[in-house]
């Protein structure tokens, strides 16, 4: 644990030290956020806030974990094979979302980015690969339940279910990315307590990967602060959630997962209902506005009240979590 706080430090100062450099070279690059219509009009004020933020945490995680990890991965180690899963996920949906960000940029798809079918499917191709990679080379395939001592082995099942987790949290963390530092707090308190579960679980490197992640992140939210100098993006979010919930499968406490990010899966559902409602009812609407972060904002709620709330929200579940995988 003291080594896997010392990287998370480390990983910090690495971050934060080029977040200055690399704000000014998106602003020169024109990579702004873009604002859609619809949401709240005080919104309107974050439209050209360099965006690709995500770039902030991936590098970092990327270049320590890989210089850790070199021997074991060119000795082809279990330890080498594990931690190619978690690097990989972070590489490969950071891309998707780097791209899908450049194109909500430039290009034809500006303001909106890929049409949603073509992204599902990228990240539905990329989750099997890692999923078939963790049942299949990690020899992962059992749950673990709470109060029960034994794992529940679920066989072939355990791949369309890890690639559903992959693809539904990669898609539940973008959501959730909307309000200055709301993604970047609720991911750190999920990878931290996932961190503590590797540690109790004996998993060094999981448990040193999730509290570099960490560290990133709290350097991201340095300049993500209300008001945000910097924006996590799809390059971010979408990496966030994937590699979040690769490291639930590795630990095999993935059951828990809906529980410690609990905000994640309620930004999720919001948007499940506002849509199903819409279509039921023939264009009325369930909330205000989705996802909900965005409705306790139109009731009168400030931003900062509804990162602080959702926040607290998602500790409390993720205590909880920690509490149950100790059963």
């Not at 307590?193 to 998993?203: D, E, P, R």
């Amino acid at each position: 644990m003291a080594w896997a706080l010392t990287l998370g430090t480390i990983s910090f100062f690495i971050a934060v030290v080029w977040g200055a450099p690399l704000i000014r070279t998106l602003r020169a690059e024109g990579i702004g956020k873009q604002i859609r219509i619809e949401e709240p009009a005080k919104h309107q004020i974050k439209t050209g806030t360099p965006t690709m933020g995500g770039i902030m945490v991936l590098v970092p995680v990327i270049m320590i974990t890989g210089a850790l990890n070199v021997a074991n991965v060119l000795g082809n180690t279990a330890t080498g094979r594990s931690i190619l899963v978690p690097i990989g996920t972070l590489v490969a949906f950071g891309t998707v979302g780097a791209l899908d960000d450049l194109a909500g940029i430039r290009g034809k798809h500006k303001g909106t980015g890929f049409l949603g079918r073509y992204k599902f499917l990228w990240e539905t191709i990329i989750a099997v690969f890692f999923a078939l990679f963790l049942h299949f080379v990690l020899n992962l395939h059992s749950i673990a339940v709470p109060t029960i001592v034994e794992k529940i082995d679920i066989g072939l099942w355990y791949i369309p279910i890890a690639a559903f987790f992959i693809v539904g949290f990669s898609n539940a963390v973008n959501l959730t990315d909307g309000l200055d530092s709301l993604a970047g707090w609720t991911s750190a308190i999920a990878f931290a307590c996932y961190g503590v579960i590797a540690f109790l679980q004996g998993q060094t490197p999981l448990l040193v990967f999730c509290f570099t992640v960490v560290g990133a992140l709290l350097a991201f939210l340095w300049y993500n602060a209300h008001p945000a100098e910097l924006i996590m993006g799809d390059t971010g979010a979408l990496a966030l959630g994937a590699t979040l919930a690769v490291v639930a499968l590795m630990s095999g406490q993935w059951l828990l997962l809906p529980l410690i990010g609990i905000v994640f899966v309620a930004e999720t559902i919001s948007v499940i209902i506002q849509v199903a409602y819409f279509k039921i009812t023939g264009g009325k609407r369930f909330f205000k506005m989705a996802p909900f972060h965005l409705h306790f904002e139109l009731i009168g709620w400030s931003e900062t009240q509804v990162v602080q709330r959702f926040w607290l929200a998602g500790l409390l579940a993720g205590m909880l979590g920690i509490a149950l995988a100790l059963m």
